[in-house]
């Protein structure tokens, strides 16, 4: 069975604070396939990044880094310099390898960003 | 493209009517799947579907059902509406292929009194 464990379910920042976001998973799947979405207010839900579990390089998109470590079974998400626009619940997920497999998610972690 | 959209953005029901909520995709994806997002439980699976004509059961597919007659559309179905199915109700697609992103529509928020 698959899990996703996002302890942090809130989160409160003054802007330009960096801040990191904890994803914790379970699987017995040698290949799987680890997401983080951000949820605005506004409801949507917006693909952020795809990790691959052959693929343990950390990556960074602006101010966005995700770090990867198959060792603590880990998928953390850092936000540098954070800004109100960041506000938002994020949530990280989890598939396995086979093309039906579903999207596990996390309960998600609201960041609210203050000025 | 239009990518996933969803239809109707919010429904009020009373208990016990039936209603469809209509997902269509434009992107030709294989897959397509439902979820519902409640306080404090993330986004569960409902039903989904690996192609047209193929479907199959979720986490959570009690109260539910679903048709995947073209590509395209994706329609979530409830039969006897319960108070326990309000909910925000996603659309998702993506491609076929292993490990793909699945996106998302922009949600139907649904109130069964």
């Known amino acids: 069975a698959q899990k996703v464990t996002q302890a942090q379910t809130e989160i409160s920042v003054v802007e330009k604070e960096d801040v990191t976001l904890d994803c914790v998973y379970e699987?017995?799947?040698?290949?799987?396939?680890l997401f983080w979405y951000k949820q605005p207010p506004s409801g949507e839900l917006v693909f952020l990044i795809r990790?691959?579990?052959?693929?343990?390089q950390n990556e960074i998109s602006g101010r966005y880094s995700w770090n990867f470590q198959k060792s603590t079974s880990s998928f953390n998400f850092t936000i540098t310099a954070s800004q109100v626009v960041d506000s938002a619940v994020y949530f990280c997920?989890?598939?396995?390898?086979?093309?039906?497999?579903?999207?596990?998610f996390g309960t998600g972690t609201r960041l609210q960003v203050t000025l | 493209n239009a990518g996933v959209t969803q239809t109707p953005k919010f429904q009020v029901l009373k208990t016990g009517q039936s209603m469809t909520l209509q997902c269509a995709q434009d992107?030709?994806?294989?897959?397509m799947s439902w979820y519902r997002q409640d306080p404090g439980m993330g986004l569960r699976l409902i039903h989904y579907?690996?192609?047209?004509?193929?479907?199959d059961q979720g986490e959570v597919p009690n109260g539910y059902n679903v048709s995947r007659s073209t590509t395209e559309d994706f329609p979530l179905r409830l039969l006897s509406a319960a108070p326990s199915q309000t909910s925000v109700y996603f659309c998702?697609?993506?491609?076929?292929?292993?490990?793909?992103?699945?996106?998302f529509g922009p949600g139907t928020r649904l109130l069964v009194l």
């Open positions: 997920a989890l598939r396995g390898p086979g093309t039906a497999s579903k999207l596990t």
């Open positions: 992107m030709n994806h294989e897959y």
């Open positions: 699987t017995r799947d040698t290949t799987y396939y």
């Open positions: 990790r691959n579990s052959f693929d343990e």
């Open positions: 998702a697609s993506m491609t076929g292929g292993l490990g793909e992103t699945q996106y």
């Open positions: 579907s690996v192609g047209a004509g193929i479907t």
